[in-house]
């Protein structure tokens, strides 16, 4: 199966890996994991004190396609506030990305991922 080049791209020149200081209030953290396929993916934001994101980083142990998933969410967050972020859509993902059928569940986990950050943001703010 062929990767777009775009895939391609985010695969060899991830943007943003690394991760923050999870305990650190101003960072949320979102961790999946794919039933498909058992791969994982964490996504870390870092969150201003307007409620700003302005900065992303992700660890995923994955496919290529999870990967470039990752990468360009970390690019597409920074500067949004966490509800604008919590609208990304796996569908935006596989589109940019030209990802096939089976290769969904990928960009899918991407979703997830910002899903379970904002989620988690949520929760520390509420201590
Ligand atoms: Fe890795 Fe599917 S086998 S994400
Ligand atoms: Fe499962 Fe890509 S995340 S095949």
């Not at 991922?113 to 949520?122: H, M, R, S, W």
Request: with cysteine; net charge negative; aromatic share 6%.
């Amino acid at each position: 199966m062929a990767y777009s080049e775009k895939v391609i791209d985010h695969y060899e020149n991830p943007r943003n890996v690394g991760s923050f200081d999870k305990n650190d209030p101003n960072v949320a953290t979102g961790m999946v994991g794919a039933p498909a396929c058992g791969d994982v993916m964490k996504l870390q934001l870092k969150i201003d004190d307007q409620g700003i994101i302005e900065d992303a980083k992700f660890k995923t142990y994955g496919c290529g396609s999870a990967i470039a998933s990752s990468s360009l969410v970390t690019e597409w967050v920074k500067g949004k506030t966490l509800d604008e972020a919590a609208e990304i859509k796996n569908t935006d993902i596989a589109e940019e990305l030209a990802l096939p059928p089976v290769k969904i569940h990928c960009s899918i986990l991407a979703e997830d991922a910002i899903k379970a950050a904002v989620d988690d943001f949520k929760s520390k703010q509420d201590k």
